[in-house]
């Protein structure tokens, strides 16, 4: 149920995203959460319980930084991991309720997600930053080269023909050019591989920022938490305060906030993301006779 308040804030936002010359999205984790792509529960023990009952962790995260003793068990929990969380489709359609609110309008997306959820969603690739990598690539562990590889044809075999919680061995990856296991291209350390694809999009997103500069932007955050807030959140501050015609919208469960100095362009909705765009998709009216149907029933309680 949804309380007068958090009903005014999603009208507010629904306006904010009605008058924009532009729209800034700004995702992290916790969009992809609220897509269903949970890392432990049942989730987890649909598709790791065999890996939970051998090595004793409960959640695919600590999976992931698991001493695994081979290379062969390694990407045996790594190429299930890429499969369901890459090349499946999120359980609930709320990327696709995002692109449905934001297709007729100018909109730029950049994300901490590494899976894929905004392309099979339906937004252009033209318009994404992937700043932290993406599960479907590999590159070099070295790394010798600024390249990366796409794996979906052999992240699909490693997962048909593991056996054991081992892959056959000559389906390692290994870098085409020094002979290096292959790894993630997946933001960790220094040696993560910023290859040309991702230049291409930084650029375009650094240019979408300046032609659309002064603008009635809306800087849209979704699930973005702490991990890494000089990435999306810190510079949306930034944006919204150097800019008086901008808003900042922020959706997350349980950490919305922001900077006094832009206290009066801020909408902050503490709530599940997927319910909240199912909401600004309802017309107003619609809004208001759901509010007074809610009214109606606390007087009869």
């Known amino acids: 149920m949804f309380g007068k308040d958090r009903t005014s804030g999603i009208e507010r936002l629904r306006e904010a995203l ?19 792509f949970t890392y432990a529960g049942e989730r987890f023990r649909r598709y790791f319980s065999d890996f939970e009952e051998k090595y004793g962790f409960h959640d695919m995260y600590t999976g992931g930084f ?21 090349y499946m489709d999120a359980p609930k359609p709320v990327y696709q309720r995002l692109f449905e609110l934001v297709e007729d ?22 318009r994404l930053f992937y700043t932290q990598g993406d599960y479907g690539l590999f590159q070099c562990s070295g790394p010798c080269c600024l390249e990366t590889f796409e794996n979906e044809e052999l992240i699909g075999r490693m997962v048909q023909q593991q056996e054991g919680m081992r892959i056959p061995s000559e389906l390692l990856p290994v870098c085409p050019h020094c002979k290096r296991p292959m790894t993630m291209n997946l933001r960790s350390d220094g040696r993560f591989v910023e290859d040309e694809g991702w230049h291409r999009a930084a650029e375009r997103y650094a240019d979408f920022l300046r032609t659309r500069k002064g603008r009635r932007i809306l800087f849209l955050e979704l699930g973005v938490g702490y991990n890494t807030p000089v990435i999306i959140k810190y510079p949306f501050w930034r944006m919204t305060a150097e800019n008086k015609k901008a808003v900042y919208g922020c959706i997350n ?45 606390h007087l009869t309680a």
């Open 105 to 126: 309008k100018d909109h730029f997306v950049i994300t901490t997600n590494v899976d894929h959820c905004f392309q099979k969603a339906g937004f252009d690739r033209e």
């Open 18 to 36: 009605d008058d924009a010359d532009a729209v800034v999205i700004g995702a992290g984790a916790g969009l992809s959460a609220s897509a269903g």
């Open 66 to 86: 698991y001493p695994y003793g081979t290379l062969e068990e390694y990407w045996a929990y790594w190429s299930r991991y890429i499969q369901v969380n890459r």
């Open 253 to 297: 469960h349980g950490e919305t906030e922001h900077p006094d100095e832009i206290k009066r362009q801020s909408i902050c909705i503490d709530g599940d993301i997927g319910e909240i765009l199912a909401r600004m998709m309802v017309s107003a009216e619609e809004q208001e006779a759901s509010l007074q149907k809610e009214k109606n029933g």
